[in-house]
């Protein structure tokens, strides 16, 4: 059997290149002893993708040139060696940018069947990226009722979760996102209180307006200008989830920081947390989860691109802010 796999063949410098990233085939082996094989039905494709293609080791080793291109997927166990998993359950892993992985079972999580989600929703609201938003915003911050929350990439996967989890919870919340038509989404679908196109608006004055109490909670998926306009605002003992910085991702010098006194003087609570570190808990949120989307208080949208040979491709609308919803790839059929 031939396996499609993208491999990385340069770090990129500033945006992804098209030669970064090719599609090339090899002959799939045997699995061997305590191995399953999986094919893989779709690719979550997101921000850190650019962090794990640097060649710079961070929470997760650095990937080198030659290697299969790192990603989270959901796929379908075709052959399985392995007692623990059985031919047709459905997966999650880090299987790579590639039609088929083979795996000793270390790390590859069982879904659950017949639970009336669609199975895209395990790699988005019900999978990392609900995670993401659920203790990001919750364990880190502890939002209490009426007070104001501001969430940057608000549109974005994850962002649009933690504004609904924010409603939720009694507060008001103010979504800052790219363009008209996500503010429209965030304001007329998941009834937050109000938006800034950061593109279009002065992010400062319009903060100014629509917070007037000032800002008790940042949830930060951008960094740079609009962190700057935001801690301006913040109240005391305001708190920040520190959750991404993806303005500062394809630039290749240090993005200008905010004014860090902001923090100082105002006794500000900022904690950055990366998800991993909450795997053992993750019940806690998809019980919550599954429940807001069942009660209409959790909307979600996945952008589904078809074809792993539109991968390299497709990563790319994450940075120019053309996804809507969680980005995920569809490589082959459910
Ligand atoms: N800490 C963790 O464990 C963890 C886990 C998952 C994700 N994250 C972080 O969460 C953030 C959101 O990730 P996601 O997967 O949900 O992606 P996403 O928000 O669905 O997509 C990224 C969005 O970021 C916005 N963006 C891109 N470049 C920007 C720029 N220069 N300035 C301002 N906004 C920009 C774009 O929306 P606009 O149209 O609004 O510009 C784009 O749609 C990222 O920073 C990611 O690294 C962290």
Redesign the pocket.
Known sequence: MINKQWILKSFPRGDIADTDLVLEESNLREIGEQEILIRNIYLS????NR?WMSGQAS?VDAMKIGDIMRGGTIGIIEKSNNEKFQVGDYVNSMGGWQNYSISSGKGVQKIPQNTGFELSAFMSVMG??G???YF?LLDITDPQEGETLVV?????????IVCQIGKIKGCRVIG????DE?CNWLKNELNIDGTIN??TEDVRARLKELCPDGIDIYF???????TEAVLTRMNIKSRIS?????????SESLVPGPAWGHLLIKRIKLQ??????YQKRAMEAFQDLGKWIVEGKIKYKN?IVPGLENASSAIK???????????IVQISEE
């Open positions: 494709l997101d921000p850190a962090g929470y990392m990226t995670m993401t938003a990001g940057s990439a608000a549109a974005g996967a994850v962002g649009s800052i996102s790219g363009s996500k950061y593109k930060e998926n951008v960094g740079g200008k609009i520190l959750c991404g910085l993806i303005s500062g991702y394809n950055g947390f990366i998800i991993f570190d952008d609308k994450l940075f120019a802010g053309e996804n809507h919803g969680k980005l």
